[in-house]
């Protein structure tokens, strides 16, 4: 009886978080702009899988600095929109038709910004296709590299 309520709880543990993202991607959404955006923004141009997207606004002009998970392509980049098509930023580079890409320290200009609906995932790793699966992401924005213009100390 103890091991099953242990297990019943560790699932309860593991699974809510998934949970959230999937049902309540908004809520989710609010509290990554207000907290874990200004603390992955700090790293998140340097690692592998990660990338900062800087747009102007449609409506206010101002400048964006969004963390993505972000894959390389062989003419672009793709990057998993976990929260949805209708995040802000992703409705600003679909506006503007551009935006810039800085991963792994260097920069890259962006254009000719796509939605694509895939429910398979097929484009992305496996583990990414399973991680997309349990969040329920089943879209993604592919973008052509415009060109390489800034390495990034």
């Given at each position: 009886m103890v091991i099953a309520t242990s297990v019943i709880s560790?699932?309860?543990i593991l699974l809510v978080p998934v949970l959230l993202v999937r049902f309540r991607k908004r809520w989710v959404a609010a509290f990554h702009r207000a907290i874990t955006n200004r603390i992955a923004?700090?790293?998140?141009?340097?690692?592998?899988?990660f990338g900062l997207v800087t747009n102007v606004g449609r409506k206010s002009g101002r400048i964006y600095r969004t963390p993505v998970n972000v894959f390389r392509e062989r003419d672009g980049f793709l990057i998993a929109?976990?929260?949805g098509r209708d995040s802000g930023w992703v409705r600003n580079v679909v506006a503007a038709?551009?935006?810039q890409?800085?991963?792994?320290?260097v920069s890259y200009q962006l254009?000719?910004?796509?939605?694509?609906?895939?429910?398979?995932?097929?484009?992305?790793?496996p583990l990414v296709r399973i991680i997309l699966?349990?969040?329920?992401?089943n879209?993604?924005?592919?973008?052509?590299?415009?060109?390489?213009?800034d390495v990034v100390s």
């Open positions: 560790l699932l309860a923004s700090r790293f998140a141009a340097r690692m592998p899988g929109l976990t929260y038709g551009r935006c890409l800085e991963t792994r320290r254009s000719a910004p796509v939605i694509v609906h895939d429910p398979s995932r097929r484009r992305f790793p699966s349990l969040i329920d992401a879209d993604f924005l592919q973008l052509s590299t415009s060109h390489e213009y």
